[in-house]
């Protein structure tokens, strides 16, 4: 059985950011005005074969973000990726969006690309991951992990967190393939200041496509997700647990990032 063993991971240029965001940096400030941020992630990876070991340096992610607010009640978000790792057809932006904060924080609109509210791996920010990668099981079910939509956010004195969202499915860059749009929620609960549990589900309709092509005959693809995740944070002791159980009927969906 073949696996990598990742031996050295260095982070760089790396800013205090909020760790459960749409950002990859979190990017929510109170200042107005632009503001820069960014990180890289150099790797070095070991891979054990039947007939010869294979290793390699690369880098993981580099990422450049620019964000801010401007009157009235507005903020936004882009973040660049330059690692032709992340994205090697087309290293370019990963986050572009702007929102809508008047009624915050019991109510934020957001529009435009960004990571899809589903589980608590996928949204913690990829500099406030505890490794370099996230799961196998988050990239394969809980994508695809960016998309473009429409979403709604708040929260009720830390008590209750949510998102809505409607996007299309498609995943990053890509425009929708058909009239049906992915409905994605996620809701977290925080009874106590060291305790958080939260639910998610997806669901959506896509074009089937066979050999690269959309099959105007066929019956449109479809998707189904559920998430369960708690967290508990006391003092220096972290303990995170989330499930994911998923249904594809149709083509195979292929996600990750």
Do not use: W
């Not at 290293?91 to 009624?103: E, K, M, P, Q, V």
């Not at 609109?109 to 509210?117: D, E, F, I, V």
Request: proline share 4%; aromatic share 12%.
């Amino acid at each position: 059985m073949k696996f990598t063993l990742a031996l050295m991971t260095i982070c760089c240029l790396v800013i205090p950011a909020q760790l459960h965001a749409q950002g990859c940096l979190g990017g929510d400030s109170d200042e107005e005005g632009m503001q820069i941020a960014g990180f890289f992630q150099p790797e070095f990876g070991y891979l054990f074969g039947e007939d010869e070991d294979e290793y390699s340096f690369s880098l993981r992610r580099a990422r450049v973000a620019f964000f801010g607010n401007i009157p009235y009640d507005i903020s936004y978000y882009m973040c660049v990726e330059f690692s032709q790792f992340i994205l090697p057809e087309n290293t370019g932006i990963l986050d572009a969006f702007i929102s809508y904060n008047r009624f915050g924080p019991y109510a934020k609109l957001t529009l435009g690309q960004y990571k899809a509210p589903f589980g608590l791996e996928q949204n913690t920010s990829c500099s406030g991951l505890h490794t370099i990668r996230r799961s196998m099981v988050v990239n394969n079910l809980a994508g695809p992990q960016r998309d473009i939509g429409l979403m709604l956010t708040g929260s009720y004195n830390d008590l209750v967190t949510y998102n809505l969202a409607l996007m299309n499915g498609t995943g990053i860059a890509q425009n929708d393939n058909n009239n049906a749009k992915d409905f994605i929620g996620r809701v977290v609960v925080s009874p106590t200041e060291c305790v958080s549990v939260g639910a998610s589900y997806r669901t959506g309709k896509h074009a089937h496509i066979e050999n690269g092509v959309i099959d105007p005959v066929a019956d449109e693809d479809e998707r189904e997700r559920f998430g369960g995740e708690i967290e508990v944070a006391y003092g220096d002791l972290l303990v995170q647990g989330e499930y994911i159980q998923g249904e594809d009927i149709g083509s195979i969906f292929i996600s990750g990032g």
